[in-house]
């Protein structure tokens, strides 16, 4: 297998970035800043961690989800308050 070139991830416009190359049936992983140290790893270890990276990523998103509409609820719960104060506050003449 020819070597491929470094590959950035999209987004990476400098300073310490994930790169990675193939070569000889392995995939190296280095620190784009420390160009002398990598690690190699076996494509079946690479597409592990790879599927590790997205379900981690996948479980941020949907704890973060989660967070969003606990507080959405909330804020439903919040408004529904202040509309009755205001409710309660308008049938006695006054207003806040």
Not at 36 to 48: C, G, K, N, R, S
């Amino acid at each position: 297998m020819m070597p491929s070139d470094w590959i950035r991830p999209d987004g990476c416009e400098g300073g310490s970035c994930v790169e990675y190359r193939t070569a000889d049936g392995k995939v190296f992983v280095r620190n784009s800043t420390d160009e002398d140290h990598m690690v190699a790893l076996t494509v079946a270890e690479w597409d592990a961690f790879v599927a590790g990276l997205t379900a981690a990523a996948v479980a941020e998103i949907e704890n973060r989800l989660a967070a969003y509409e606990r507080l959405i609820g909330l804020a439903k719960v919040w408004h529904n308050a202040l509309d009755e104060a205001i409710t309660a506050l308008a049938t006695k003449g006054t207003t806040p």
